[in-house]
């Protein structure tokens, strides 16, 4: 799988800008949410090849929304790859748990981002 599109889910301005500019010149078109629920909305409606979501969220969280988007048939296949300031084994366990493929912890550097993307 190519990726083309990537959704990215996070709270923070600062944080959405930061992954849009790595994602955007590494050539793939971005979409972004700043919540799980918006997330949720795009993912259905856009089918985005990959999307990057954090974790810490007010309404509904990473892992709830790691869950739902793997509940729906016509999303459950989208690759999901958490970037997260949480950095406790157990949060990655659970986070794979609820159908994460990867795990990024914040402060991250723009190569790990790069991994992701061309991992899937």
Known sequence: MSVNTVLIVDDSATDRINLELIV??????????????????IAGSSRPDLIFLDIMMDEMDGFQTCRSLHREEHTRDIPVVMVTGKSQKADKVWAMQQGARGYITKPYVKEQILEQIQRF
């Open 24 to 41: 955007n010149n590494a050539g793939c078109r971005t979409l972004v949410a700043d919540s799980g629920k918006r997330a949720l909305e």
